[in-house]
């Protein structure tokens, strides 16, 4: 409680310190200066450029600028996403997620931040995205097979971060951000600073957040037929704290930019300690409920960081892009020592690893690209290579996934041929080449084997030393056509991916799901074939969108549920063993705003999807956490005031539907009806402006089931009434 008081009056007397020197610094501006214009034209510039690039692109793209995000936030950036049509969130409490596009996710999804494709450990349900969503000031969402651009892992489409605009010529200033949320009692803070002279500019951050145990509208919850009682509400241990860091500098001239980025994100957050592994009926309530703030065991450490460099000059006709990248993921979880299977009942004093270090991944991945793109009369052609090269090691007493090495390299072309100022044509293809080499790996302990009537002590071997290549040819077609008001588009394409290490080589027990988990190392490399359809009307008060897909795949990966059962490593746990069968899946999202008045109007946004497998021992079932169908109904009230700007009002309804097709041992999920509220303006105070919103998530407290949720399958339920306050408080220098 103290550390959260001292946080609350921190930020109170930061906001003090800031509005006080931001009203000194514009008294002594010159008054000739008019900073509105430039921020009037930035907006206008983007709004076009987002929707000429939807009008000429054949593949379907949402983008959600920084006023989205703010309007939004959540608790993690795809939370603050997750209002845009066909893209949902694997959430993993209160503080992360990962992208869900039509119903694909982990390695099938990839986020690409500034251009370098983001690697942590993305196959892991439990493993959220290390992005700093206060960084993030545009975000375009690529639903649909996006191999041709960004090789193996983009299956099912790719979150693209763009990098911040560069600072204005002459320019010195930056902005703080401040968050509260009354669900979990979460503090943030996020101050920028940034400044440039004619060529040269800098650009920083830091960004620290604080939250206690989340809250749920329940006081009790089935942890695998043990009935847990939450204390006050809350899911224990579920706190954490958040530190991140940025950085970028460089030179940017008429023909020459080169830009440094740095980036550190650092977490530290608590498991539901009653759904870890551990009997629930084990835990330390009295400790763990002592403090709602406090992260106790079991819990994760997560430090990524970023490094790279982005130069891209002119020659002539050709614009010439090179990007140098370097990443490093260390992730450690931490649980008290528990002897599952044959392990000793007494951790031993001369292990390798600390006695509570349960697992740990460090992860280098080392990456090079550089493309060209021209134009000869009406082709705009690209044409590139990149790769990326990455070794995984691994440490703690338990096992999952080997250590491994991986490398990654493609070559690509692209040609967008411009016909008229209404048809465009696109043709892509692409050629990657991959190998990964695991380690292999024997228990620290022993174990009986019983062979001839006879039993012997021995070290188990989980893993092999294995080498696996796979090489592919992907690419893909498309047309525009925009006949005035309206705009069509088509795109058929392939996409590769090949299979990651847990998928070829995993062999122990995920304790988050209670089950053993086997990797086959017989698996091909998976694809997919698409077709996206697009159809969009703007006119003066009313616009619409539809966006069908169909897409098959001839050797999807999936974990399957066997009959066997683990003797070795705990509780006879049942074993899932990776496979292939042939999927087809089909779905679409709509979208329509109609103005009833120029500052009142209403939105629908649905989402729909099928998919079904076609093939294995699971025929005729959906896939794992497929998202049912959703609509969104929205009213948004914007009114003209006089020194407030900008100002609305918004009330939305979601209804979600039940999900009755699932693949055991997922659960049904019943139907959900969720209301929310939003609000903000901005307050202009001498030449800056202040943004303030408030959104009131799930306002009537319902209790409800998310079927992506990493806490479905014990029936928890999605976090209660959320009260949520951002303030972003600009601030600039006279130079």
């Given at each position: 409680m103290k550390n959260a008081q001292f946080l609350y009056w921190k930020h109170c007397f930061l906001l003090a310190c800031l509005l006080i020197s931001s009203e000194v610094v514009s008294q002594n501006k010159p008054s000739e200066k008019k900073p509105e214009i430039k921020e009037l034209n930035e907006v206008i510039v983007n709004g076009n450029a987002a929707e000429k690039r939807k009008k000429e692109e054949s593949l379907n793209v949402e983008t959600a600028n920084s006023s989205f995000i703010q309007r939004n936030l959540g608790g993690s950036l795809m939370q603050s996403l997750k209002k845009l049509p066909g893209v949902k969130t694997?959430?993993?409490?209160?503080?992360?997620?990962?992208?869900?596009?039509?119903?694909?996710?982990?390695?099938?999804?990839?986020?690409?931040?500034?251009?370098?494709?983001?690697?942590?450990?993305?196959?892991?349900?439990?493993?959220?995205?290390?992005?700093?969503?206060?960084?993030?000031?545009?975000?375009?969402?690529?639903?649909?097979?996006?191999?041709?651009?960004?090789?193996?892992?983009?299956?099912?489409?790719?979150?693209?971060?763009?990098?911040?605009?560069?600072?204005?010529?002459?320019?010195?200033?930056?902005?703080?951000?401040?968050?509260?949320?009354?669900?979990?009692?979460?503090?943030?803070?996020?101050?920028?600073?940034?400044?440039?002279?004619?060529?040269?500019?800098?650009?920083?951050?830091?960004?620290?957040?604080?939250?206690?145990?989340?809250?749920?509208?329940?006081?009790?919850?089935?942890?695998?037929?043990?009935?847990?009682?939450?204390?006050?509400?809350?899911?224990?241990?579920?706190?954490?704290?958040?530190?991140?860091?940025?950085?970028?500098?460089?030179?940017?001239?008429?023909?020459?930019?080169?830009?440094?980025?740095?980036?550190?994100?650092?977490?530290?957050?608590?498991?539901?300690?009653?759904?870890?592994?551990?009997?629930?009926?084990?835990?330390?309530?009295?400790?763990?409920?002592?403090?709602?703030?406090?992260?106790?065991?079991?819990?994760?450490?997560?430090?990524?960081?970023?490094?790279?460099?982005t130069t891209s000059f002119q020659l002539g006709n050709h614009s010439f892009e090179t990007q140098i990248g370097f990443q490093k993921n260390f992730r450690r979880e931490w649980s008290h020592y528990v002897n599952h299977g044959y392990m000793p009942p007494i951790y031993p004093d001369n292990m390798y690893a600390p006695k509570d270090l349960e697992r740990q991944y460090d992860k280098d991945v080392w990456s090079f690209s550089a493309k060209d793109e021209f134009t000869v009369n009406r082709h705009q052609i690209t044409i590139g290579t990149n790769v990326v090269a990455q070794e995984n090691a691994i440490g703690g007493w338990s096992f999952l996934i080997p250590?491994?090495?991986?490398?990654?390299?493609?070559?690509?072309?692209?040609?967008?041929?411009?016909?008229?100022?209404?048809?465009?044509?696109?043709?892509?293809?692409?050629?990657?080449?991959?190998?990964?080499?695991?380690k292999s790996y024997y228990d620290w302990f022993e174990s009986p084997v019983s062979e001839n009537n006879q039993t012997q002590l021995e070290y188990l071997q989980r893993s092999d030393d294995l080498t696996k290549t796979f090489n592919s040819f992907t690419w893909s077609a498309g047309v525009n056509y925009n006949p005035g008001n309206l705009t069509l588009k088509a795109n058929l394409g392939s996409s590769f991916r090949m299979p990651i290490a847990k998928e070829l080589a995993s062999n122990g027990v995920n304790y988050h799901y209670f089950r053993f988990e086997k990797g086959n190392p017989n698996l091909d490399a998976e694809r997919s074939y698409q077709l996206d359809l697009g159809m969009e009307w703007q006119q003066q008060n009313w616009s619409f969108q539809l966006t069908p897909f169909v897409n098959y795949f001839p050797n999807f990966i999936y974990l399957n549920p066997t009959s066997a059962h683990d003797i070795y490593y705990g509780a006879g746990n049942q074993v899932f063993q990776y496979e292939q069968s042939k999927v087809f899946r089909y779905g679409a999202e709509f979208q329509t705003r109609y103005y009833f008045l120029k500052s009142l109007s209403a939105e629908i946004a649905a989402e729909y999807l099928y998919s079904e497998q076609k093939s294995g021992s699971k025929k005729g079932y959906t896939l794992p956490f497929s998202p049912p169908p959703s609509v969104l109904f929205g009213l948004n009230y914007e009114p003209q005031t006089g020194f407030l700007k900008d100002s609305y009002f918004s009330f939305d309804y979601r209804l979600t539907a039940a999900q009755n097709h699932i693949v055991p041992p997922e659960k049904k999920t019943a139907e959900s009806h969720v209301f929310n509220v939003a609000l903000g303006t901005k307050i202009k105070t001498g030449k800056e402006t202040i943004s303030v919103n408030v959104q009131i998530q799930n306002l009537f407290n319902t209790r409800y089931l998310n079927h992506t949720s990493f806490y479905r399958l014990i029936e928890l339920p999605e976090a209660g009434r959320n009260i949520i306050v951002s303030m972003k408080i600009p601030f600039s220098f006279s130079r």
């Open positions: 694997i959430s993993i409490g209160s503080g992360g997620s990962k992208p869900l596009i039509r119903g694909l996710s982990f390695n099938q999804v990839i986020v690409v931040e500034n251009g370098l494709k983001h690697e942590g450990q993305q196959w892991g349900a439990d493993h959220g995205l290390e992005i700093d969503q206060y960084a993030v000031n545009r975000v375009e969402i690529i639903k649909g097979p996006s191999s041709f651009i960004y090789g193996s892992d983009a299956v099912g489409g790719a979150v693209n971060i763009k990098p911040l605009p560069l600072p204005s010529r002459n320019s010195f200033g930056g902005s703080v951000d401040l968050t509260g949320k009354s669900n979990n009692a979460l503090f943030g803070s996020s101050v920028n600073l940034y400044g440039r002279n004619e060529n040269w500019f800098f650009d920083s951050r830091v960004t620290t957040m604080d939250y206690g145990d989340y809250r749920v509208p329940t006081d009790v919850v089935q942890v695998y037929s043990y009935t847990v009682p939450l204390y006050k509400n809350h899911l224990r241990n579920t706190a954490g704290r958040e530190l991140d860091f940025h950085f970028s500098t460089g030179y940017s001239g008429e023909k020459l930019k080169s830009v440094f980025y740095f980036s550190n994100v650092h977490t530290k957050s608590g498991f539901f300690a009653n759904a870890h592994g551990l009997e629930p009926r084990n835990v330390d309530i009295e400790l763990h409920d002592k403090s709602s703030r406090d992260i106790l065991m079991p819990y994760q450490q997560v430090n990524h960081l970023k490094v790279s460099n250590a491994f090495t991986q490398l990654n390299a493609g070559l690509f072309a692209y040609d967008k041929v411009e016909l008229n100022e209404k048809w465009f044509l696109h043709g892509a293809v692409r050629y990657d080449y991959g190998t990964i080499k695991m």
